[in-house]
């Protein structure tokens, strides 16, 4: 007697049973067989139903991350609080920045896009501008070239190299440096994410060989983050480990911990930006009991 044994099944839904069919076709019973053939045809439909589906699934999750990558390209903000990162203002445009800050202090500059990939700024401002007592202006303006030589993608960061000459805060004559130094020579790394809005992440080091009267002009490191809260509201902390700001005991210079600071940002208007910084949270200065309060205003248009 003819005997075959074989079963074919898709998950849990079985497409044929080979003994099945042969036993009917020898024992003539031709309705089994019919019905068994009327089985398998409605369980391959539904199996290719279930594979109809399961394409359409993985289509859509295979577009669905490159889109999302392709989108995650955002323009970076050009700094955080203090410290650069690897954003640049676009080609054509200019930046106008006004920084208010402890002491009457203030602090203007501006910037221009010469290219899609190069910007230029200079800055100047000085203490006790505001307020009734004698101005202390600082020495010279500041000067900030940024050129941004790797463009952001879906698996690399933005890579830029740039110098900035100013510093924050006073410039005390007998040291010939700024309360915090400038950044100097630095090169920077900016990545975008998405995570419930547009999330960057920026790291950097740098080189100050100008500000180095006080025998301190050691290399040193940056980190930072921008975090959208809504289309209006952003938040930036950075950490500036300040390795060349460590080894005074002057007052207000920095004692060895580092620089963090923190910043709420709103756009008030389009291309009108109004900041509220908190600066030196880890109270990194000598004789200084808290930390500062700030404001900074920025505005973007085109030429």
Same mark, same amino acid.
């Given at each position: 007697?003819?005997?075959?044994?074989?079963?074919?099944?898709?998950?849990?839904?079985?497409?044929?049973?080979?003994?099945?069919?042969?036993?009917?076709?020898?024992?003539?019973?031709?309705?089994?067989?019919?019905?068994?053939?009327?089985?398998?045809?409605?369980?391959?439909?539904?199996?290719?139903?279930?594979?109809?589906?399961?394409?359409?699934?993985?289509?859509?999750?295979?577009?669905?991350?490159?889109?999302?990558?392709?989108?995650?390209?955002?323009?970076?903000?050009?700094?955080?609080?203090?410290?650069?990162?690897?954003?640049?203002?676009?080609?054509?445009?200019?930046?106008?920045?006004?920084?208010?800050?402890?002491?009457?202090?203030?602090?203007?500059?501006?910037?221009?896009?010469?290219?899609?990939?190069?910007?230029?700024?200079?800055?100047?401002?000085?203490?006790?501008?505001?307020?009734?007592?004698?101005?202390?202006?600082?020495?010279?303006?500041?000067?900030?070239?940024?050129?941004?030589?790797?463009?952001?993608?879906?698996?690399?960061?933005?890579?830029?190299?740039?110098?900035?000459?100013?510093?924050?805060?006073?410039?005390?004559?007998?040291?010939?440096?700024?309360?915090?130094?400038?950044?100097?020579?630095?090169?920077?790394?900016?990545?975008?994410?998405?995570?419930?809005?547009?999330?960057?992440?920026?790291?950097?080091?740098?080189?100050?060989?100008?500000?180095?009267?006080?025998?301190?002009?050691?290399?040193?490191?940056?980190?930072?983050?921008?975090?959208?809260?809504?289309?209006?509201?952003?938040?930036?902390?950075?950490?500036?480990?300040?390795?060349?700001?460590?080894?005074?005991?002057?007052?207000?210079?920095?004692?060895? $911990?580092?620089? $963090?600071?923190?910043?709420?940002?709103?756009?008030?208007?389009?291309?009108?930006? $109004?900041?509220?910084?908190?600066?030196?949270?880890?109270?990194?200065?000598?004789?200084?009991?808290?930390?500062?309060?700030?404001?900074?205003?920025?505005?973007?248009?085109?030429?």
């Amino acid at each position: 007697m003819f005997a075959c044994k074989y079963r074919i099944t898709f998950g849990q839904c079985q497409i044929f049973d080979v003994d099945f069919m042969w036993k009917n076709i020898l024992t003539g019973n031709m309705f089994a067989f019919i019905s068994g053939s009327m089985y398998i045809h409605e369980n391959m439909r539904v199996i290719m139903k279930k594979l109809h589906i399961f394409s359409v699934i993985m289509i859509i999750l295979a577009q669905i991350p490159v889109k999302s990558q392709e989108q995650s390209v955002y323009p970076q903000p050009i700094t955080l609080v203090t410290v650069p990162t690897a954003g640049i203002i676009p080609r054509g445009a200019y930046l106008a920045e006004f920084r208010l800050f402890s002491g009457g202090g203030v602090l203007a500059g501006i910037s221009a896009g010469i290219s899609q990939r190069f910007m230029f700024g200079v800055s100047y401002g000085g203490a006790r501008i505001i307020g009734d007592q004698i101005i202390q202006w600082h020495k010279q303006p500041g000067v900030e070239v940024k050129y941004r030589f790797i463009e952001e993608s879906t698996k690399l960061p933005a890579l830029l190299l740039g110098f900035n000459s100013q510093g924050q805060g006073a410039y005390i004559d007998t040291l010939k440096r700024y309360d915090t130094k400038a950044i100097g020579f630095y090169l920077v790394a900016s990545k975008n994410y998405r995570f419930l809005g547009n999330m960057g992440v920026h790291a950097g080091i740098n080189y100050n060989p100008m500000e180095n009267e006080d025998g301190d002009d050691d290399p040193s490191f940056f980190v930072g983050l921008d975090k959208d809260l809504n289309p209006e509201i952003s938040f930036v902390v950075e950490y500036n480990a300040a390795f060349n700001d460590n080894e005074t005991n002057v007052r207000r210079l920095g004692k060895g $911990l580092g620089y $963090l600071n923190a910043g709420i940002r709103w756009t008030m208007v389009q291309r009108f930006h $109004l900041e509220v910084d908190f600066n030196n949270i880890l109270l990194n200065r000598n004789k200084i009991d808290h930390f500062n309060r700030e404001l900074k205003f920025t505005f973007v248009e085109f030429f």
